[in-house]
């Protein structure tokens, strides 16, 4: 409700003037048209409140001009002469025209444009509204006969009419000032919500896009690594059989092996990713296959030799705990590096593995002596998704030339730190 009344201001602000016009300014005009003064007068007093009481329907939608006509009309019904009337007679005597049932209309917009002007309107309808108060109390302290007729003498009753035009004042601004106050305070509200949404959205989009390179650097290891392997072994079986058909077997198996395992690890990140996005596995499925881990490096070794490519795996240190997403990462970066072996090196190079394990962490370096070109261009996918996973784990990696020959890939891989639980118990 409250939103429809802020979209259509017009129209509870007439209701408004409508109800308003319809209780006090009957009484009003009775009184003004039953006084002595001329016609013309009279007939100028009438229209004067009339519009004062349609200014209430333009309260909100245009305070400030509303405002200053009622207080024009306030200030013409301080300085005419008392009404004295036939309806004047009879409430007791004559009677001050800033008295009439419509001067409450005054409140009505002060109240407006204390909540609903922009500064610095509200302190200026505030002054001079005081500045009017001032005005009512010395017109109704001055000698007349409102004054001398006995119906507002003593200082009490005149110290009390004083203090109620200071409230009459200093209510609806302050009331006006808090409706102000508050819808500010709601639209921060609104704002900080609205904003709050927007970087919702943006932390999504930026995780959905996080999401997708993770996925381009898991597929492309695992395909790279296993088309190479397969045309590897399928280029040297091809030769092989033309001396040795029997050798066609061997190799057969190798390219099976090879694809089975590629399809093992593409299965799994397919599950992990359909695990992510509906929450459970709804297939009916068993849990997706395991990431492979350094526990796998041995296998991943003998399939590169097998491929035609001799590899030395080395070791040094005592073994320390990577966890799941740097054993991931250390197996990643070895395959990522002999692929690039198998592809790049050359017919008849060789390779190295190294794993030196030091208080900070894993260095991983692997080496070989072909005369290929460079591993990789700077921009291949290949070297950025490994640089990627380090980077994320807060590690490094170094690629270049070795001497006297061949290339040289060197990441670190710190040890994790530990959990806040494990850190309280130590």
Same mark, same amino acid.
């Given at each position: 409700?409250?939103?429809?009344?802020?979209?259509?201001?017009?129209?509870?602000?007439?209701?408004?003037?409508?109800?308003?016009?319809?209780?006090?300014?009957?009484?009003?005009?009775?009184?003004?048209? /039953?006084?002595?003064?001329?016609?013309?007068?009279?007939?100028?007093?009438?229209?004067?409140?009339?519009?004062?009481?349609?200014?209430?329907?333009?309260?909100?939608?245009?305070?400030?001009?509303?405002?200053?006509?009622?207080?024009?009309?306030?200030?013409?019904? &301080?300085?005419?002469?008392?009404?004295?009337?036939?309806?004047?007679?009879?409430?007791? /005597?004559?009677?001050?025209? !800033?008295?009439? =049932?419509?001067?409450?209309?005054?409140?009505?917009?002060?109240?407006?444009?204390?909540?609903?002007?922009? =500064?610095?309107?509200?302190?200026?309808?505030?002054?001079?509204?005081?500045?009017?108060?001032?005005?009512?109390? !010395?017109?109704?302290?001055? =000698?007349?006969?409102?004054?001398?007729?006995?119906?507002?003498?003593?200082? /009490?009753?005149?110290?009390?009419?004083?203090?109620?035009?200071?409230?009459?004042?200093?209510?609806?601004?302050?009331?006006?000032?808090?409706?102000?106050?508050?819808?500010?305070?709601?639209?921060?509200?609104?704002?900080?919500?609205?904003?709050?949404?927007?970087?919702?959205?943006?932390?999504?989009?930026?995780?959905?896009?996080?999401?997708?390179?993770?996925?381009?650097?898991?597929?492309?290891?695992?395909?790279?690594?296993?088309? *190479?392997?397969?045309?590897?072994?399928?280029?040297?079986?091809?030769?092989?059989? &033309?001396?040795?058909?029997?050798?066609?077997?061997?190799?057969?198996?190798?390219?099976?092996?090879?694809?089975?395992?590629?399809?093992?690890?593409?299965?799994? +990140?397919?599950? +992990?990713?359909?695990?992510?996005?509906?929450?459970?596995?709804?297939?009916? @499925?068993?849990?997706?296959?395991?990431? =492979?881990?350094?526990?796998?490096?041995?296998?991943?070794?003998?399939? &590169?030799?097998?491929?035609?490519?001799?590899?030395? +795996?080395?070791?040094?240190?005592?073994? @320390?705990?990577?966890?799941?997403?740097?054993?991931?990462?250390?197996?990643?970066?070895?395959?990522?590096?002999?692929?690039?072996?198998?592809?790049?090196?050359?017919?008849?190079?060789?390779?190295?593995?190294?794993?030196?394990?030091?208080?900070?962490?894993?260095?991983?370096?692997?080496?070989?002596?072909?005369?290929?070109?460079? *591993?990789?261009?700077?921009?291949?996918? /290949? +070297?950025? @998704?490994?640089?990627?996973?380090?980077?994320?784990?807060?590690?490094?990696?170094?690629?270049?030339?070795?001497?006297?020959?061949?290339?040289? &890939?060197?990441?670190? !891989?710190?040890?994790?730190?530990?959990?806040?639980?494990?850190? !309280?118990?130590?």
């Amino acid at each position: 409700m409250d939103a429809w009344v802020r979209d259509r201001p017009l129209v509870p602000d007439v209701a408004m003037a409508v109800v308003l016009a319809a209780v006090l300014l009957p009484t009003s005009a009775r009184v003004v048209l /039953g006084a002595t003064w001329p016609v013309g007068g009279r007939v100028a007093v009438l229209f004067l409140m009339v519009l004062a009481h349609a200014a209430v329907a333009w309260r909100r939608v245009r305070p400030v001009p509303a405002f200053a006509w009622v207080a024009v009309v306030m200030l013409v019904l &301080v300085v005419v002469p008392d009404v004295d009337g036939r309806e004047a007679v009879a409430s007791g /005597g004559p009677l001050p025209a !800033i008295l009439l =049932p419509t001067a409450l209309v005054f409140p009505v917009l002060l109240y407006a444009v204390a909540a609903h002007a922009h =500064p610095p309107w509200p302190l200026a309808a505030l002054a001079l509204s005081l500045a009017g108060a001032l005005a009512t109390t !010395i017109r109704l302290w001055s =000698p007349g006969q409102w004054a001398t007729s006995g119906s507002f003498q003593g200082y /009490g009753l005149r110290l009390f009419i004083a203090g109620a035009l200071l409230a009459t004042v200093l209510a609806p601004w302050a009331l006006g000032r808090l409706r102000r106050v508050r819808t500010a305070y709601v639209a921060a509200l609104e704002e900080r919500a609205a904003r709050a949404e927007e970087d919702r959205r943006r932390e999504a989009a930026v995780a959905a896009a996080d999401e997708r390179e993770r996925i381009a650097r898991e597929m492309h290891d695992v395909v790279a690594h296993s088309l *190479s392997v397969i045309v590897s072994q399928a280029e040297g079986g091809r030769l092989a059989a &033309v001396k040795d058909p029997s050798a066609a077997a061997s190799v057969l198996q190798t390219v099976s092996d090879t694809g089975r395992e590629a399809l093992t690890e593409m299965r799994g +990140l397919l599950g +992990l990713l359909r695990h992510r996005d509906d929450g459970a596995n709804r297939s009916g @499925g068993g849990p997706p296959e395991p990431q =492979p881990s350094l526990a796998a490096l041995p296998e991943l070794v003998t399939r &590169v030799r097998q491929s035609g490519t001799p590899v030395t +795996l080395r070791h040094e240190g005592t073994p @320390g705990e990577l966890g799941r997403q740097g054993e991931l990462t250390a197996y990643r970066v070895v395959q990522e590096s002999l692929t690039n072996v198998v592809k790049h090196a050359g017919q008849g190079a060789r390779a190295e593995v190294r794993f030196a394990w030091k208080p900070y962490g894993l260095d991983i370096e692997v080496l070989d002596d072909g005369d290929g070109p460079a *591993s990789e261009s700077p921009g291949g996918r /290949g +070297l950025r @998704g490994m640089r990627e996973r380090l980077e994320l784990l807060g590690g490094s990696l170094e690629t270049g030339r070795a001497l006297p020959r061949g290339h040289r &890939v060197r990441a670190t !891989i710190p040890l994790p730190d530990p959990s806040p639980s494990e850190a !309280i118990h130590d």
